[in-house]
Structure formats: structure tokens, C-alpha cells
T-cell receptor
Framework: AQSVAQPEDQVNVAEGNPLTVKCTYSVSGNPYLFWYVQYPNRGLQFLLKYITGDNLVKGSYGFEAEFNKSQTSFHLKKPSALVSDSALYFCAVREAADKLIFGTGTRLQVFP | GAVVSQHPSWVICKSGTSVKIECRSLDFQATTMFWYRQFPKQSLMLMATSNEGSKATYEQGVEKDKFLINHASLTLSTLTVTSAHPEDSSFYIC?????????FGPGTRLTVL
């Protein structure tokens, strides 16, 4: 079965500093990987995805993620964090029949 | 873009009553919709896959008789929580599949007293 792991419950970063939210995956075959963001009491918003091609994927709101096959990782990054980036971030992998399997989520807190 | 709405956004009900949650794709048709449940500070757990015109496929451990899913049209799927109990209190999120992506609704917070 496919799975993703987010090892950090919370990430704290100062505004203007680079941020990284970690995700590792375990899949059989080629992984389809996603990042979503959730603001309080809201649904999920799509940030970016990796299907194939370039290992560096650029997404919404200045976020990007790097697919690393040897390390089975798909870390989310942003060069300069904003206070408004504070939210809950989920990594996900797509299973058969387009089902998404989500990680446990990482709360990002950006301090002014 | 693909917009998914849910109604209601929040609901409070008494124990033993049934609650219906609607999930609509506003500007596209979706043959497949998904229902998730999210507990506080936890991840989303897939409950079931809703297919237009056929029975829903439930994940292991999800009671199909308690969580009734109907996908009667290409733009609407409903989740009915029957005989709700306090342990059913949760945040319910739906998504609609378009090509290879899922677009999520804003969620419905259910509180059972």
C-alpha cells in the first residue's frame, strides 16, 4: 500500500526566512505526489503535484517541492515565508482509483 | 477553475437524528466524488468513493448503513449521517475528481449533542 509520512507535527519559521516542510513516501511503482494546504475550518487547497518530469515542481503562492527518488522524499519549500503562509500542510500520494492517501499533516507557523 | 461547494458549512444536531450534507461541483461534472472525515488536529481519512449512478465504495471500517451516500447526478453527492451520536462529531470534507486531480469542498463541521 502507498503511504506518506510527515515527520514534523509543527514547523516554526520567522517571516522572510526559507521554509521546508518534510514528506517521505513509500510506494510501489511511480509515485503521484501532492501537497495541499488547509486554513482553519476550510477545505484543502491544491498547491502542487509531481507526476513525472522535472524533479523540482513549482506551485501556487510561491511554493515548490523537490522530488528525490533516492531519498523517497517530496519536501515542500518556499524561499521566503510569509505570516499568511501559516496553515496546516498535507502531503498526499495517489493510490489506485484516484484515491488520495494523506500524511498526518504539518502545522506551519510563521512568526512576524 | 473547478469549484466544489458543501452545504451546510456547519450543523448542530441532537443525538439520534439524521443529518444530510451536500457536495456540489459548481462549474463541472464529476462522475466521482470522495468523502473524507477529519478529526481535530488529525489527517483526512477517506470514508468512501461516490460514483454517479452506482453504489458508493466504502473504506474498511466505515459503516455503510450509518453513512449513506447518494450520487444521483453528475454535480451532486450527498452524505447522510443516520442516527448521529456524539462520536460522529467531526469535520466532513468532500472532493470531486476532474481528470487526475481532486478539488475539495470547504468542509462541513458536524457537532452532535
Amino acid at each position: 500500500a502507498q503511504s506518506v509520512a510527515q515527520p514534523e507535527d509543527q514547523v516554526n519559521v520567522a517571516e522572510g526566512n526559507p521554509l521546508t516542510v518534510k514528506c517521505t513516501y513509500s510506494v510501489s511503482g511511480n509515485p503521484y505526489l501532492f501537497w495541499y494546504v488547509q486554513y482553519p475550518n476550510r477545505g484543502l487547497q491544491f498547491l502542487l503535484k509531481y507526476i513525472t518530469g522535472d524533479n523540482l515542481v513549482k506551485g501556487s503562492y510561491g511554493f515548490e517541492a523537490e522530488f528525490n527518488k533516492s531519498q523517497t522524499s517530496f519536501h515542500l519549500k518556499k524561499p521566503s515565508a510569509l505570516v499568511s503562509d501559516s496553515a496546516l500542510y498535507f502531503c498526499a500520494v495517489r493510490e489506485a482509483a484516484d484515491k488520495l492517501i494523506f500524511g498526518t499533516g504539518t502545522r506551519l507557523q510563521v512568526f512576524p | 477553475g473547478a469549484v466544489v461547494s458543501q452545504h451546510p458549512s456547519w450543523v448542530i444536531c441532537k443525538s439520534g437524528t439524521s443529518v444530510k450534507i451536500e457536495c456540489r461541483s459548481l462549474d463541472f461534472q464529476a462522475t466521482t466524488m470522495f468523502w473524507y472525515r477529519q478529526f481535530p488536529k488529525q489527517s483526512l481519512m477517506l470514508m468512501a468513493t461516490s460514483n454517479e449512478g452506482s453504489k458508493a465504495t466504502y473504506e474498511q471500517g466505515v459503516e455503510k448503513d450509518k453513512f449513506l451516500i447518494n450520487h444521483a447526478s453528475l454535480t451532486l453527492s450527498t452524505l447522510t449521517v443516520t442516527s448521529a451520536h456524539p462520536e460522529d462529531s467531526s469535520f466532513y470534507i468532500c472532493s470531486a475528481r476532474v481528470l487526475n486531480e481532486q478539488f475539495f469542498g470547504p468542509g462541513t463541521r458536524l457537532t452532535v449533542l
